[in-house]
């Protein structure tokens, strides 16, 4: 079992950018299909970002592409989110998800999937 620890988040004005990191521990990320969800009040689940297993492949949620970056360290086993230009609709809670399903191309979230515990990202205008 993955456990996943999340940090970073914060409350920021409209425009401003955090940086999420979440550190994996008990298998190696590179060798994971990683991702970033968010949870906003009353809203379901949704996809963030995804960084696939074992290369530099990526892949953005359409609202985020071009503000939002996912990156991971492996000397560190963690990964990271960058946000920037962030606005109001990105308030959420955000979790980290590692899996070791073979097609990273899949949804991460099922059954199977490790989750942090989540950090909360508020942005105000």
């Known amino acids: 079992q993955v456990q996943l620890v999340e940090s970073g988040g914060g409350s920021v004005q409209v425009g401003g950018s955090l940086r999420l990191s979440c550190a994996a521990s008990?298998?190696?990320?590179?060798?994971?299909?990683m991702g970033w969800f968010r949870q906003a009040p009353g809203k379901a689940r949704e996809g963030v970002a995804k960084l696939y297993a074992g290369s530099s492949g990526t892949s953005l949620r359409d609202s985020v592409e071009g503000r939002f970056t996912i990156s991971r360290d492996t000397a560190k086993n963690a990964v990271y989110l960058q946000m920037n230009n962030l606005n109001p609709e990105d308030t959420a809670m955000y979790y980290c998800?590692?899996?070791?399903?073979?097609?990273?191309?899949?949804?991460?979230?099922?059954?199977?999937?490790?989750w942090g515990q989540g950090t909360l990202v508020t942005v105000s205008s």
């Open positions: 008990g298998y190696p990320v590179n060798n994971l299909c």
């Open positions: 998800a590692a899996s070791k399903m073979a097609d990273c191309s899949q949804s991460l979230n099922v059954p199977g999937t490790s």
